[in-house]
DNA sequence: CTACTGACCGCGA
DNA sequence: GTCGCGGCCAGTA
């Protein structure tokens, strides 16, 4: 396992449960900013047993990155509505639940978009 | 080496 | 909402 990649799962196991966070963040948080890719890429490879709230992870527009109707899609919103993440036709709003939700609201007084 | 693909992103039209 | 384009690599053929 390569240290750029142990950083990404940390960062991934950092999202605080009810919150969701983008690939880009993520990758960001890393210290790897750009590089959203790989983030997505590595979630298709978390080894076996290894727990990890990969379904906290979107696309940066909310949008649950699997196909819709999928098996990973379904278990995704599951998931994240299991912990009160608001799920709608397969899009979360990144404004009240992002990971930054609470600093824009902070900044700009704007309760949930 | 090139070409294509992928749990991505931001911009512009 | 849609589409295209360039950027980001990493894996595979």
Redesign the pocket.
Known sequence: MQE?HARVYAAIAAIPRGRVA????IAARAGLP????????L??E?PDGMELP??R?L???GHI??PPGSR?FRE?SRLLRAEGVEVKNG?VPLSRFGLDADIDRLLWGMPGG
């Open positions: 750029a983008s690939y880009g963040a750009g590089r959203a890719r790989l983030v997505g890429r979630l298709g978390v990969w379904y992870v696309r940066s527009d990155a699997m990973g995704q899009r």
